[in-house]
C-alpha cells in the first residue's frame, strides 16, 4: 500500500483543499476579476512549460511503433467518447445535465503523462513506449480536446463553443504551447534542469484553476444544485467508467497481441485522463458556465484512477521474472 500513499500525495489533497477553500471563502467583486485575469495568465504559463518541456523529435522517434500508440489514442479519443455518450442515458434521471457533461467531458482529455509513465515503470512494462505514448496524447489532445467538445458538446446544447471562444483556445492553449516549442532549444534544457520551480508553476497553476472554477460556482449556488447522493452516484459511476476501460484496454492489448510489456503501456496509457490538461481546458472551453460542475467528475476519476493504477502496477511489478520471459 506504499504505492497508493506516493500518489495519494499532497497535490491531490491541495485540490480538494483549494474546494472547500472555495466553498468557504469564494472570491467575489474585484477579487474575482483579480483571480479570472491571474487564472488566464497561470493557464498560459502551464502550456509554455509544456511546449518547452516535450521535445518532438523524442515524440517521432518512437512512432515507428504506430500499432501500440495507435491502440491508445483510439482508446483515448474513439472509445472513451463513445462510451461517455452512450452514459448519456443517466441523465437527467439518475446524475444532473451539468455533471454529466462534466462525465463528458472527462471522456475526451488526453491521457496523463507522468503518472502513466510512472505506472508502466512500477509495473515493468514498455516505459519508453509510455513516454511517446502518453505525450503524443497530451500533444495532439491541445488540438482534438476542444475539436471533441466543439463536434460532441455543442451538438447536445452542454457547451456553446463561438468564435470568440475558438480564439480563447489559441490564445491561451496553443499559442503558448508552440511558443514553447519554439524557444525550447534555448529554454529546454533549464526547464529540464530546474524540475521543482517548473512543479510549483505546475501544480499552483492546477490549484488556481480549482479555485477559480469553484469559488465561481459557489457563488452560483454550486452545492445547491448537487446532493450528497448525487456525489454518491457519481463515485460509482466514475468508477464503473474506469472499471469498463481498464478492462477494455487489457482486452484489446491481448487480442492484437501485443507483448505483456506493449500491454501494460496500453493499460495505464489508455485508461487515464490528464487533470493537468483537463482542468485548465475546461477553465476556457466551459467560461461562463458551470466549470465547477463540469469539472468535478474528472477530478473524482482521476483519484480514483491513481488509487487502481497504483494498486495494478504494483501488483504486476512483483510478477516473476519468468513471467516476462513466458509471456
Known amino acids: 500500500m506504499q504505492t497508493v500513499g506516493r500518489y495519494l500525495d499532497g497535490f491531490v489533497l491541495a485540490i480538494f483543499g483549494a474546494v472547500v477553500l472555495a466553498s468557504i471563502f469564494p472570491a467575489t467583486g474585484a477579487a474575482e476579476d483579480v483571480l479570472a485575469w491571474a487564472t488566464k495568465i497561470a493557464i498560459a504559463l502551464l502550456f509554455l512549460l509544456y511546449g518547452a518541456r516535450m521535445s518532438p523529435a523524442e515524440a517521432w522517434q518512437g512512432v515507428k511503433h504506430w500499432r501500440l500508440h495507435s491502440v491508445i489514442l483510439a482508446i483515448t479519443f474513439v472509445a472513451f467518447p463513445l462510451i461517455g455518450l452512450a452514459l448519456r442515458v443517466l441523465a437527467p434521471t439518475v446524475i444532473s445535465d451539468d455533471l454529466y457533461t462534466g462525465i463528458l467531458y472527462l471522456c475526451l482529455v488526453p491521457s496523463t503523462v507522468q503518472s502513466s509513465i510512472a505506472f ?12 511517446v505514448s502518453a505525450s503524443f496524447s497530451n500533444i495532439i489532445g491541445v488540438f482534438v480536446t476542444p475539436l471533441l467538445v466543439v463536434l460532441l458538446m455543442s451538438t447536445t446544447g452542454d ?19 508552440l511558443v514553447g516549442q519554439a524557444l525550447r532549444p534555448w529554454v529546454g534544457g533549464w526547464v529540464q534542469r530546474h524540475a521543482k520551480p517548473t512543479k510549483i508553476v505546475d501544480r499552483g497553476s492546477i490549484l488556481l484553476v480549482v479555485y477559480a472554477a469553484f469559488s465561481e460556482s459557489m457563488n452560483e449556488g454550486i452545492w445547491s444544485t448537487v446532493s450528497v447522493g448525487q456525489i454518491v452516484v457519481l463515485l460509482i459511476v466514475c468508477a ?27 493499460l495505464f496509457c489508455g485508461s487515464k485522463k490528464s487533470l493537468a490538461s483537463g482542468l485548465p481546458m475546461a477553465a476556457v472551453l466551459f467560461a461562463g458556465g458551470p466549470v465547477g460542475l463540469i469539472v468535478l467528475p474528472l477530478m473524482v476519476f482521476h483519484q480514483l484512477q491513481l488509487i487502481v493504477c497504483a494498486i495494478v502496477a504494483q501488483r504486476l511489478g512483483a510478477r516473476p521474472d519468468r513471467t516476462l520471459v513466458s509471456t
Not at 159 to 177: E, K, N, R, T, Y
Open 240 to 266: 464503473v467508467l474506469l472499471a469498463v476501460v481498464m478492462g477494455l484496454s487489457s482486452a484489446v492489448g491481448t487480442r492484437l497481441g501485443f507483448s505483456l510489456e506493449d500491454r501494460i503501456v496500453i
Open 159 to 177: 457547451a456553446h463553443i463561438d468564435a470568440g471562444s475558438a480564439v480563447a483556445i489559441l490564445l491561451q492553449l496553443l499559442v503558448p504551447f
Open 120 to 131: 508502466t515503470s512500477i509495473a515493468r512494462g514498455n516505459v519508453a513506449g509510455a513516454i
